[in-house]
């Protein structure tokens, strides 16, 4: 997902022209939802329903839309789970949520946002803001965050199942509670830090097989979404703070030298005619060959010398 969002920012700023103001702002809109994008997933994954976060907010709150997601789900009809449920299921079913599947919607925020940015991208298309190959490297790229958010759908939705749970559970407690009786005889008291130890490894892993079932979280072992939220909003700020660069500022700078065997500037270059450019080419690929020969004979050289000393130490 990161690399997507990297690369459709990438194409907006670069590749999509800024005749007027305007371009420029619909071209910041657009990266803003990007990084909305990438938050909302971040709440999506937590289960984390509508648009009021302060994280979120300033980078949708311009979409006045009537999609689903950008308004609250409605859980007024929401069943507080017993004991038990709290104890072997972490998300909240459909039947406490109201009961009747039918009547709830599907408030998926990052899906709908992808809209608008598919959105803007049919735009550049109407309006020859680019051309054929960024716009459909641009369909790609959003294609693929689709893609990302179906796959981390699939961990977030495909947790172990109850019944497993339930008896994962009933299982290793009464093998823990079995162990001194099968030991006792044989080990006498030291039973008691067999059975110690032995219950600690197996109920630390039921522990750890609970804390990796759903990675997304706020816990201290899961996956540090705020932090990676962070990075991408500090990238994409940094990408525009700057305007797109002319070749001439950094062809044709005084401080470009391109040849190795030539100190010449690419500035003083572009004077030569296209024979003298190829000549110095060709002094740079003969020098480089050169040198990576004297580099291999040199190599050679000691390995003989290694050799020879350890003839002399092993004959003495």
């Known amino acids: 997902m990161v690399v997507s969002i990297r690369n459709l920012a990438r194409c907006i700023w670069f590749n999509v022209k800024e005749t007027e103001p305007k371009h420029l702002l619909e071209k910041k809109t657009a990266i803003n939802l990007l990084l909305g994008f990438a938050i ?40 507080k789970p017993s004991g038990f449920q709290k104890w072997f299921s972490r ?36 309006n020859n803001s680019t051309d054929d190959t960024t716009i459909s490297i641009m369909y790609n790229n959003l294609c693929t965050l689709t893609d990302c958010l179906t796959s981390l759908e699939r961990v977030l939705r495909s ?28 080990n006498g008291w030291i039973t008691v830090l067999i059975t110690f130890f032995g219950t600690l490894v197996l109920l630390g892993v039921e522990a750890i097989a609970n804390e990796i079932e759903n990675p997304f979280g706020k816990d201290e072992n899961d996956l540090d979404l705020d932090d990676f ?41 572009k004077n030569l ?22 580099s291999i004979s040199d190599s050679d050289s000691s390995d003989t010398l290694n050799q020879n000393e350890i003839s002399i130490h092993v004959n003495l």
Not at 274 to 292: P, Y
């Open 229 to 269: 939220c962070g990075i991408l909003k500090l990238e994409l700020s940094n990408l525009e703070a700057h305007k797109v660069p002319s070749m001439d500022d950094w062809v044709y700078s005084t401080e470009n030298h391109p040849f190795e065997t030539d100190n010449i500037t690419a500035a003083e270059a």
């Open 159 to 186: 947790p172990i199942p109850l019944a497993y749970s339930i008896h994962l559970a009933q299982t290793t407690w009464l093998y823990c509670l079995s162990l001194p009786f099968q030991l006792v005889e044989s």
């Open 273 to 294: 005619n296209i024979d003298e450019v190829r000549s110095i080419l060709e002094e740079d690929n003969r020098k480089l060959n050169t040198d990576q020969r004297k």
């Open 40 to 79: 909302s997933v971040k709440h999506y994954l937590r289960e984390e329903d509508g648009i009021d976060h302060p994280d979120l907010k300033p980078y949708i709150s311009n979409i006045k839309s009537t999609l689903p997601a950008f308004h609250p789900l409605d859980k007024s009809t929401y069943k």
């Open 91 to 126: 998300s909240v079913s459909t039947s406490e949520l109201g009961g009747d599947s039918k009547n709830l919607v599907n408030h998926n925020l990052p899906l709908e946002i992808s809209f608008y940015l598919s959105l803007y991208i049919r735009q550049q298309k109407i």
